[in-house]
């Protein structure tokens, strides 16, 4: 009997690991279908910002369905307000300079030089809170410069946009220091998750609705087609990605779900291929997969770099032997 409780609780634990490696390749994916439906929409007339304002409001009904109906409470407390709207303009800025990026470059390849930010966060880390440079980190910012080099150019020789690559650096910089900021403030680590992202969502779009007057005209969606794309923003890369990224962390862990974000961009670009017509070349390719390889090298950095320490200490002891 006690064997069988073994096995059925070995069973149970294999099957919730499997369960958390889908929904964290799922939410990976998910999100990277944002170019998919941004750029559909562009092509339909409406700017970045119009598709922003439209993809934050239509989320944030949804958003407090899901708080309601679990019970919870939307009620924020006054010391929560301060930095959640702080988190709220953090991401509004990642969100707008990544989409106007669309405009001046393939989307896969901008947001495969978003997923920098990941080298960012350590970044930040190191030199704002004092953690300890990692030789890991600094092998993957050489891997991740080749990687950049290599994007800088296609095969003919023609640069990509400076302007744009700028954006995706925005955009990366200031999703790093709003995952930081969630990492570091004890305020907002006691927010629910779906409650602080419909905060988030909440004071993002105030910025959205200040950038109007700055040369960024409102454009209404002009039939079904757009509404159809903006309700995909709003749950696709939004809704789906956020609980499929919730389950899976508590699955399998974050650092198992941060490694399978490597799909976000391998969707971006293979969309932006299949889906959308673009080109890309072998170099970008190339370029890509090393950004991609030393952003997962960070991630797993913590579980690589004592086994490398291991390994290093065993040469004087083999010397010594000798």
């Not at 993957?140 to 020789?157: H, I």
């Not at 976000?264 to 090393?290: D, H, M």
């Not at 991630?299 to 200490?313: F, H, N, Q, T, Y």
Request: overall charge positive.
């Amino acid at each position: 009997m006690w064997q069988s409780l073994i096995n059925f609780a070995f069973e149970k634990d294999e099957y919730m690991k499997i369960k958390g490696y889908i929904l964290a390749a799922l939410a990976a994916a998910a999100y990277g279908t944002n170019p998919l439906f941004a750029i559909n929409l562009y092509q339909h007339g409406m700017n970045a910002n119009s598709v922003l304002i439209f993809r934050y409001l239509l989320g944030l009904p949804l958003l407090a369905a899901m708080i309601l109906l679990r019970g919870h409470s939307l009620a924020l407390r006054a010391r929560e307000i301060v930095p959640v709207a702080v988190l709220g303009v953090l991401m509004a800025f990642s969100s707008l300079t990544l989409f106007e990026s669309y405009n001046y470059m393939n989307s896969g390849i901008a947001s495969t030089l978003l997923f920098v930010y990941p080298v960012m966060v350590a970044l930040l880390m190191t030199f704002f809170f004092h953690e300890r440079f990692k030789t890991m980190t600094g092998v993957c910012l050489a891997v991740m410069a080749g990687g950049l080099m290599l994007l800088m150019r296609n095969e003919s020789g023609v640069a990509l946009s400076g302007f744009g690559i700028l954006l995706v650096m925005v955009s990366s910089l200031t999703y790093a220091f709003y995952i930081v900021m969630v990492n570091v403030s004890a305020t907002v680590k006691a927010i629910p998750t779906l409650k602080l992202l419909f905060y988030v969502l909440l004071f993002g779009s105030s910025v959205f609705f200040f950038m109007i007057p700055l040369d960024n005209p409102l454009i209404l969606p002009g039939g079904w087609q757009d509404w159809f794309n903006l309700a995909a923003l709003a749950v696709i890369p939004t809704l789906l990605s956020l609980t499929c990224t919730t389950v899976a962390i508590q699955y399998v862990g974050p650092t198992t779900t941060a490694i399978f974000g490597a799909l976000e961009p391998v969707t971006a670009v293979v969309l932006s291929v299949v889906a959308l017509g673009q080109t890309i070349t072998a170099r970008e390719i190339t370029g890509a997969l090393l950004i991609v390889a030393a952003t997962t090298l960070v991630v797993i950095g913590d579980s690589i770099e004592p086994a490398l320490l291991r390994v290093r200490k065993m040469f004087p002891a083999i010397r010594h032997k000798k």
